[in-house]
């Protein structure tokens, strides 16, 4: 019922610049936290940047901070990541997950958290 659906991942080349998308349906209730998180070949998942309460905070790890912005539509059904000078660093694959409870803000860029999450989309970077 409840879906979760990104856009916009693509190859680009170091340096360039992609805008995802989330787009979610069947959603009735209320969502805390909304954000992004990325998987590479071999890597662990990790939390890259989360919305709370319609942007009254942003939570962004270190490795994309000052690069990556998120931000919400005004109807709060499209979740966007603007990611900026791209590096091969960020090859991997990028989920849109929702949190449908209140969460201490410390676990917020932790992915097990999450409840409801999307199918990913891959974003390649070429060097």
């Known amino acids: 019922q409840v879906q979760l659906v990104e856009s916009g991942g693509g190859s680009v080349q170091a340096g360039e610049s992609l805008r995802l998308s989330c787009v979610v349906s069947g959603y009735t209730a209320s969502i805390y936290y909304m954000g992004w998180f990325r998987q590479g070949p071999g890597k662990e998942r990790e939390g890259v940047a989360v919305?709370?309460?319609?942007?009254?905070?942003?939570y962004y790890s270190a490795s994309v901070k000052g690069r990556f912005t998120i931000s919400q539509d005004n109807g709060k059904n499209t979740l966007y990541l603007q990611m900026n000078t791209l590096k091969p660093e960020d090859t991997a694959v990028y989920f849109c997950?929702?949190?449908?409870?209140?969460?201490?803000?410390?676990?917020?860029?932790?992915?097990?958290?999450?409840?409801?999450w999307g199918q990913g989309t891959q974003v390649t970077v070429s060097s």
């Open positions: 997950a929702i949190r449908s409870d209140p969460l201490w803000s410390q676990y917020a860029l932790n992915g097990t958290k999450y409840n409801y």
């Open positions: 919305i709370r309460n319609a942007g009254i905070s942003t």
